[in-house]
Every structure is written in structure tokens, then in C-alpha cells.
């Protein structure tokens, strides 16, 4: 059990010790990405929007979202993202490389779970550039690596549950939200009625939402979250 503060409204902390979490823990407690650092997240759904933020909020440079719909691509600019691409019309790996000017981005986190997003994330990072992965892989996934890229000193690791401590990290963003500098109440895109729990499953399986019509961009403050 972790206690959190009173005042905050349950049907939004309930998203904070998983997806929230989960997404935006790997900024602060695994890479530990610092202000002015690039940032290449590559998919942008519930978890990845948090990854992003999170990004915005420790001061990222250039934040790059990386997914192939376009609606997610519109939300992940909406929680902080600098550049979009689209990676169903172009090369995402040859497009974060252009986007970064340095032949790659410092960190990317991998937010989908299959081997070629895993592989194109650590493939748009630059030398001694760092690739988080945080999607959850089927059973029997294998990735197909050169190894030249590891001599070149680059990271490929992962995150579970964010890498930090939830006794801690919960109440933190919780108190972040209640203060106006996280976003929680535009994580949910839709709201439906248990009756109808089947079809909000169908929905989100079809990665289907309705977007709210009022969203809050914040501007990123380095060091915002300590």
C-alpha cells in the first residue's frame, strides 16, 4: 500500500502507478536524461505520451515522437514533443538522424515491444548514445544487433515499472499534478460506462480515442521534477 494525498482524485491516480509511471520513470530514474539532451521516443501511445512529458519537463532539447498514427503523433506534440514523424511514410531511423544533427539522438525509448522498433531505436541513437526499452515484448521476441554498434559504445537496456521506487515516485507525481505541471486528466481520452468494458477494450486494441478538446501544453523548466 502506498499512501498518497487526499485531496487527489482516485480516477486519475489509478493511471499513475502503471502507465504513467511506467512511462515516464525510464526519463528520470533510468536514463537520467539531463537538460538540453536529445530525445527520440518511439511510439506514443499512453505510455510513451508520459515518456515524453517527462522528457519535457527535465528540459530535453529536441524531442522526437516516432509512430505510425498520425493522431498520436498530434497528441505527443501536445505533451511536448519538438518533431513528429511518422514512421508508416518514411524511415524513422534516417529521419531522427536529420532531425538530431549529431548522427543520432542521446537517448531513445523504445515505448512498442516488437524487434523493430527495439532495433530502429537503438539504431537512431548516435555513438556512446544510450536506447531504453520500455515496451513489453511477446514471449520468443530475439533482436538482430550488430555488434559494431555496441563497440561504439552505445546502451541498450531496459526499465521495469519505471526503475524507480513507487513508495516515492507515486506521491511525487501525484503532487506534480495537483501543483498544474503534469498532465494526468488529458491522458484519458474517453470515458465509458463498466457496461460498455468490452467495447473499451475493442477500442483500444484498434488504437482508437477521441481526443479532448482542451489540452494544456506546459512549458519544460529543467529540473522541474525535483
Given at each position: 500500500m502506498i499512501p498518497i494525498r487526499k485531496d487527489a482524485p482516485?480516477?486519475?491516480?489509478?493511471?499513475?502507478?502503471?502507465?504513467?509511471?511506467?512511462?515516464?520513470?525510464?526519463?528520470?530514474?533510468?536514463?537520467?536524461?539531463?537538460?538540453?539532451?536529445?530525445?527520440?521516443?518511439?511510439g506514443c501511445g499512453g505510455v510513451g505520451l508520459n515518456t515524453i512529458?517527462?522528457?519535457?519537463?527535465?528540459?530535453?532539447?529536441?524531442?522526437?515522437?516516432?509512430?505510425?498514427?498520425?493522431?498520436?503523433?498530434?497528441w505527443a506534440?501536445?505533451?511536448?514533443?519538438?518533431h513528429a514523424v511518422d514512421a508508416s511514410k518514411e524511415d524513422p531511423v534516417a529521419r531522427v538522424h536529420a532531425i538530431s544533427g549529431m548522427g543520432g539522438v542521446d537517448f531513445a525509448f523504445e515505448v512498442v515491444g516488437t524487434q523493430k522498433t527495439i532495433e530502429q531505436a537503438l539504431a537512431s541513437t548516435?555513438?556512446?548514445?544510450?536506447?531504453?526499452?520500455?515496451?513489453?515484448?511477446?514471449?520468443?521476441?530475439r533482436l538482430s544487433i550488430d555488434p559494431g554498434m555496441l563497440l561504439q559504445?552505445?546502451?541498450?537496456?531496459?526499465?521495469?515499472?519505471?526503475?524507480?521506487?513507487?513508495?516515492?515516485?507515486?506521491?511525487?507525481?501525484?503532487?506534480?499534478?495537483?501543483?498544474?505541471?503534469?498532465?494526468?486528466?488529458?491522458?484519458?481520452?474517453?470515458?465509458?460506462?463498466l457496461a460498455e468494458l468490452n467495447h473499451a477494450f475493442d477500442l483500444m486494441k484498434q488504437g482508437r480515442g477521441e481526443a479532448q478538446r482542451h489540452r494544456v501544453r506546459i512549458a519544460a523548466t529543467p529540473g522541474r521534477y525535483a
Open positions: 482516485l480516477d486519475l491516480a489509478c493511471l499513475v502507478s502503471c502507465g504513467v509511471l511506467a512511462g515516464a520513470g525510464p526519463v528520470f530514474n533510468r536514463a537520467k536524461v539531463p537538460p538540453g539532451a536529445s530525445v527520440a521516443v518511439f512529458q517527462a522528457a519535457r519537463m527535465v528540459g530535453a532539447g529536441k524531442i522526437i515522437a516516432v509512430d505510425v498514427n498520425p493522431q498520436k503523433l498530434t506534440e501536445e505533451f511536448g514533443a519538438t548516435h555513438r556512446g548514445g544510450t536506447c531504453v526499452v520500455v515496451g513489453v515484448s511477446p514471449a520468443g521476441t559504445q552505445r546502451v541498450l537496456t531496459g526499465t521495469s515499472f519505471g526503475g524507480g521506487h513507487q513508495r516515492t515516485d507515486v506521491p511525487l507525481l501525484l503532487d506534480l499534478f495537483m501543483d498544474g505541471k503534469y498532465q494526468l486528466k488529458e491522458l484519458v481520452s474517453r470515458r465509458l460506462p
